[in-house]
C-alpha cells in the first residue's frame, strides 16, 4: 500500500468522467505546453473573500493550470505583492437573504510570464445578455483558450505582422484605432498601400481591407490574389453600397448606390458575392431624435434606427461563440456563390428573424421612416462568411497586369482561408472629447457590443495555423439549483441530510447485528 501510494504521487493518473470533458486538454494545449523549452509560470490573482461562484472560477483556474503542468512546462506559483496595482478590479454586489447588500471589490485575472515577457490574461467574460451564473460558466468555458492564447503569445520567439491596405479610400488609422490597439497585443500591426512589388504582402500573416471606397487596380487586385494563391490570409470589411452620411444629417435625405469597387468577379471566384443591398432590421440600435416639431424647446426621444442591425453572431463557430451581438450601420447583405467544391463556407454574423434588404439604386428619406413591420419578413441575411479550402485563383487564364513580373504565378491556391464582412463600420470605433471610443461601444445607451472581440477571434483564427482557436468551441454545461425551491425546502433538505445517514448506518449496523447472531446461534 506504501509502495502504490508513492507510485500514484509520482506518477499520477487521471481519468475525465464528465460528460463534457471539463478536466481534459484539447490537443493544441497539450502540444503547446510540451514544446515550452522553459518554464512558463502563472499567477491567479483571483484571491481574497470571494463568493461561491468566484471561488469555483477560482478552482477551475488552478486546476487547469495543474494539468498543464502534468502535461508541459507549466508551473502554478503564488502572486507577488502589489501584483494587482495596475489591474482594474471588478465590483461584485450581492444581496443576502437578510436582504442586506454586499460589495466586495476581486481582481479576476491571471498573469502569464515566460523569459521576463508577461501577459495578463482577464477569466471573467461579462456578457449583458447572460446573469451571473452564466456569465462566471461562460468564463469557465474559456478559459484554456485564454491561458493557452497567452502561453502561445509570450512564448514565441518571433511576432507574427499583420497589415491595414491603403490607397483606395479604406478606413484611416483613427478610424480601426481600437482594434488595431487589440490586435497590436498579439502582432506587429502595419498600414500601407501596394507598390509594384507582386511579394510585397507575403511576409504578412493577414491583410485587413477595411472598406475601400475607390475601385482596386487591376495590379493591386492581382497582388492580393497571389497573396492568397500563396496561402496568404484576408479579412475582406466591404460595403455593399455608397451613401452620404452629410447629406443625411444635414438635409434628411440621401441617394443609395452601389459602390463599384471591381472585387464582384474576384470575389466570386473565392465563394461569396457582396450585394449592393442595404439591411434593415427591427433589432437595431436607438438614436436620439428630436420630437418636438418646429415650435417649442427641442425634446429628444430615442427610436429605432433600423439601418444599424444588431447583427447575430453564430455559436457553432469558435470565432463568434459567446460573442455579444456586433453592431452595423448602413450594412449589405451576402450571396455565397461560386467558388470551387473545395471551399467550406460558413456563415458567421447575420440579421435577425425580422429584417428586411433594399437594393440600390434607392433612397433614404427621414421624413418617411415609418416602420412597418409587416415589411419586416426576412430572417437571417448573411452579413459575415468565413471561407476555408482551395481557391481559385481569379486570373487563371488571363494575363498578368502590366507592369508586374511573376516567376511564381499560381493559379490554384494552398489551403488557406479568408473572411468577408458587408460592412466596413463593424471595425470602425467613433471619438469622444478627443479619445476613441472602443469598437463596438454605442454612445447613446452605453452598451459595448462585440465588435471588439468578432474582429480580434476573427484575426486570431485567420492567423492560427496550431489549432488553439478551436478551444473556444469548449461547452460546459450550467447545472443550477432552483434557489426557490432550495429555499421552500430547506428544513426538510437539512433533515434529510442529517437523518438518512444516520438511519443507513443504524440499518447497516443492526442487518450486520442480526448476521451475527444467526451465525453463531447456528453454530
Known sequence: MVLLGVASYMYPLRWDLTQDKR??????????????????????????????????????????????????????????????ADLQPTVIHEREQNGKTVQTTVFPYARVTYRGRKTVVPLLKNNRALNGEQNLNKSIENLEYALAEA???????????????????????????????????????????????????????????????????????????????????????????????????????????????????????????????????????TVPVDVSGEAGEAQYQPLPWTFAPLLLTSGASPVTKDVMQVSSVFASTIDTVGGGSGIRKEVLLATSTASRQTHAPAEIDLSNMRIDPQLFGSAYLPVAVRLEGTFPSAFSHRMIPEGLTDSERLDSSVPTKQLVVASGSVLQNHWQQGQPLPAGYDRYSGIQFGNRDFVVNAVLDLADDNGLIALREKTIALRLLNDRRAHAGRMTIQVVSVVTPLLLIGLLAGGVGLIRRKRYILS
Request: proline share 4%.
Open 151 to 285: 502561453i502561445h503569445s509570450v512564448s514565441r520567439d518571433t511576432i507574427e505582422r499583420i497589415a491595414f491596405l491603403e490607397g483606395h479610400g479604406e478606413l484611416d488609422e483613427a478610424d480601426v484605432y481600437d482594434v488595431s490597439r487589440q490586435l497590436s497585443r498579439y502582432f506587429d500591426v502595419d498600414r500601407g498601400a501596394l507598390t509594384d512589388d507582386v511579394k510585397a504582402l507575403r511576409p504578412y500573416k493577414v491583410v485587413i481591407v477595411a472598406a475601400p471606397q475607390e475601385p482596386l487596380s487591376e495590379r493591386d487586385k492581382y497582388i492580393l490574389d497571389q497573396y492568397v494563391m500563396h496561402g496568404g490570409r484576408v479579412l475582406w470589411a466591404i460595403d455593399g453600397v455608397r451613401l452620404s452620411e452629410d447629406m443625411l444629417s444635414s438635409e434628411g435625405l440621401t441617394p443609395v448606390i452601389p459602390l463599384e469597387l471591381k472585387l464582384t468577379e474576384m470575389l466570386f471566384r473565392y465563394g461569396v458575392r457582396v450585394n449592393a443591398t442595404l439591411v434593415q432590421d427591427l433589432q437595431c440600435l
Open 23 to 84: 478536466y481534459s486538454l484539447g490537443d493544441a494545449t497539450k502540444s503547446l505546453v510540451r514544446a515550452l523549452p522553459e518554464p512558463v509560470t502563472v499567477e491567479v490573482l483571483l484571491q481574497g473573500d470571494l463568493n461561491s461562484g468566484f471561488r469555483r472560477l477560482r478552482r477551475a483556474t488552478v486546476e487547469l493550470v495543474d494539468e498543464m503542468s502534468r502535461q508541459g512546462n507549466v508551473r502554478l506559483v503564488e502572486p507577488e505583492e502589489g501584483s494587482t
